[in-house]
């Protein structure tokens, strides 16, 4: 396979190597950089040194929509430019999810939904290990929860909106009331997804959901108990299993579907 696997976060990117398709060796983490030409270059110098001089055949991965302006075209470009071969780029959310359903809590189940609290809200549907065919993306945070104020549930449970409301980040936050309240918002945002996408199984990750202190899973399923009403009984609700590297394992399963 000789592939090179990425996840470019927010605040983090992960990049490692795999030459069989199956495992991958030891990522190189390290701090998302603000600038594009930055981001590009310590990429690039990190995906050669986790190849050590061997083959590159393909590189694949997830990148967040909110860094660098937009510049998933422009990143795949330099990319197959520099290395000469084709290079695959997703939503970072959906490659996530992606491992999830394949490799961890959603494995078994054949629709998965994936959302993940933490600096954002995101998330994407997962049919029969695949990514669910879609015109864009999926943007499960941007659903609507406030009628009168337009606020997205990504406003409104978002580690940045916590931060911009209480001036702290979301770590130092131990009153269990704030986090009672997002399990409350949570469990109408997930009452919306249930209900569109109508999956097996909803995995939930994210700093803000595998993170302590965190929204309490517990009390999310409590008041989704109390909301959904129209089905029978709920999908299984689970927490994301492998925490860091989620989309290192996605970037593995998007590769051998597309390659």
Known sequence: MNSILFDIGATKTRVAYSSDGE???????????????????IFIKSAKECA???E???IA?????????GAE???????EKNFGVLALIENDAAIVGLGEA????????KIVAYITVSTGVGGVRIVDGKIDEHSIGFEPGKQVIDIETKKTLEDMISGKALQRKTGKNPK??????VWIEHAKILAIGLNNIIVEWSPNCVVLGGSMITGDPAIPLDKTEEYLKEILKIFPKLPAIKKAEL?????????????????
């Open 61 to 69: 991965g997830g990148m967040s929509r909110s860094i660098w302006d």
């Open 102 to 109: 394949n490799w961890g809590a959603g494995r078994g189940f």
């Open 73 to 79: 075209e422009r990143f795949k470009n330099d990319l």
């Open 172 to 177: 130092e936050i131990t009153d269990p009331a």
């Open 52 to 54: 050590n001089g061997r």
């Open 243 to 259: 925490g860091d590297f989620g989309g290192l394992y996605g970037a593995l399963a998007y590769i051998k579907e597309r390659v």
């Open 56 to 58: 590159i055949k393909s």
């Open 23 to 41: 495992i991958f060796e030891k990522p190189k983490v390290f701090e998302t950089p603000k600038s594009y030409e930055e981001g590009r270059d």
